[in-house]
Each structure stands twice: as C-alpha cells, then as structure tokens.
Nanobody, 120 residues
Framework: QVQLVESGGVLVQAGGSLRLSCAASGNIFSINAMGWYRQAPGKQRELVATITSDGRTNYADSVKGRFTISRDNAKNTVYLLMSGLKPEDTAVYYC??????????????WGQGTQVTVSS
C-alpha cells in the first residue's frame, strides 16, 4: 500500500499564489505518474495536472500558464505551484499516484485532499 499526504491548502485572495505538496510513503517500489485533481462543491473531480517519472507534464486548459507541477523522485513528493489564483480554483485538491509493485502489479492511490479557498 502507498499512502499520500497532501498539505498546503489555505484561504488565499484572488491573484495570490500557493504551493501544495504531496508526499508518498509506505511500501513503495516504483511510482509512475503523479498528479493533482480537484473537486469543487457539486461538481465532479477533475484533472488539474500530471507529471510522469521522467518529468513530462500535462495540464488542464483552465490552469495552463498559471499552475506548475513538479516532483522530487528522491523524496517521492509532488508539488503544485499555483499562481494567479481565481475564485473558480476553489476546491478540494487531491493527490494521485500510479504505482507498480516489484511483481508488476499496478495500483492507483489517492490522498485525503486539502482545501484551497480563493476569495474574491
């Protein structure tokens, strides 16, 4: 099993910046892609950004140019630097990790979420 713990969610004013962190721990063999997703009240969970183990990134159109995803493979940690925040970025942000065991069994793991609130 892999555990993911997010941190960094706070209340911030529109136009501000924030960095989220997500650290993976547990029985880790190989973490492939990691990513951030978010879920606003009354809406479905949506992809924000993903990053592969070799650094290839993918972003939702709504955050391109404002958010930057990065990771530290040595620390099994993924970050999301958010700038130019808008009230519509308000959501619970979830970290996700795609993991492969030494026996080539793949699994997808989620963190508990961290609340980001952007005030206008």
């Amino acid at each position: 099993q892999v555990q993911l713990v997010e941190s960094g969610g706070v209340l911030v004013q529109a136009g501000g910046s924030l960095r989220l962190s997500c650290a993976a721990s547990g029985n880790i063999f190989s973490i492939n892609a990691m990513g951030w997703y978010r879920q606003a009240p009354g809406k479905q969970r949506e992809l924000v950004a993903t990053i592969t183990s070799d650094g290839r990134t993918n972003y939702a159109d709504s955050v391109k140019g404002r958010f930057t995803i990065s990771r530290d493979n040595a620390k099994n940690t993924v970050y999301l630097l958010m700038s130019g925040l808008k009230p519509e970025d308000t959501a619970v942000y979830y970290c996700n990790a795609d993991h492969t065991t030494r026996w080539s069994i793949r699994g997808s793991f989620w963190g508990q979420g961290t609340q980001v609130t952007v005030s206008s």
